[in-house]
């Protein structure tokens, strides 16, 4: 499918702003570990995902992650645009976690169509105001949440999203998506291990009992 396909509001744009956006769409495959934008030194625009898959994620003074939200098909990211608003100053950084098409308006292009048109500027609030409620939303299980809990979260959601219980993933990744540490999380993997839960390997970890891993996300 074409950009207008992908693009929510395509049909409430006029002639002129349809033509404005195709002049200036950048389209971009990128690969696997590719950072697309890198905080307050990129003004990249707004993301549109065709296929693929990125991860939108903040770095702690001392280098540690912590994975606010991912993107698959079809879903936009503004934070990666979010210099052409003056009152929010979020640094983030967008990686591809597989191979990637995307698009990207330029943030001055959004920008000067959002400050026309009503139904572009709504949808951008709304659309900030909800990744700002994934935002919060992990700000609550980061402060109430243990880590047992958060990690059978992960292991489980992962399972999900690659539609299988073998999951080819490093105790780096996964310490890197939860802002804690490689070796707090290999402990904890270790000790799902021996509760039956995990089987890991190098490289790998294999879901062996998905049921508990939701029972213990849960309590």
């Known amino acids: 499918m ?6 929510p509001l395509w049909n409430d744009l006029n002639t002129a702003q349809k033509k404005l956006i195709s002049d200036h769409l950048i389209t971009q495959h990128v690969k696997k570990g590719t950072i697309i934008h890198n905080g307050k030194i990129d003004c990249t625009g707004l993301l549109l995902v065709k296929s693929g898959q990125l991860r939108t994620y903040i770095l702690s003074d001392e280098g540690r992650e912590i994975t606010l939200y ?8 503004l934070l990666s645009a979010s210099c052409m608003m003056r009152s929010i100053q979020f640094e983030v950084t967008i990686e591809a976690e597989k191979d990637t098409d995307l698009w ?30 994934d935002v919060m939303w992990l700000m609550e ?14 292991l489980l959601e992962e399972t999900s999203i690659e539609e299988t219980n073998e999951l080819k993933i490093t105790h780096e990744t996964i310490a890197n998506h939860l802002g804690s540490h490689r070796e707090v999380i290999t402990r904890m993997l270790r000790y799902f291990q021996s509760e039956g839960l995990v089987k890991l390997s190098r490289g790998k970890i294999t879901i062996l009992d998905s049921k508990r891993l939701e029972t213990l996300q849960r309590l």
């Open 104 to 133: 990207i308006i330029p943030a001055e292009i959004y920008k000067s169509i959002m400050n026309e048109s009503a139904p572009v500027a709504n949808y951008t609030n709304e659309l900030m105001a909800t990744r700002f409620s």
């Open 2 to 7: 074409s950009f207008e396909n992908y693009f």
């Open 70 to 77: 991912r993107l698959f098909d079809m879903d936009m990211c």
């Open 141 to 154: 299980q980061i402060m109430w949440k243990s880590l047992d809990k958060r990690v059978a979260s992960f």
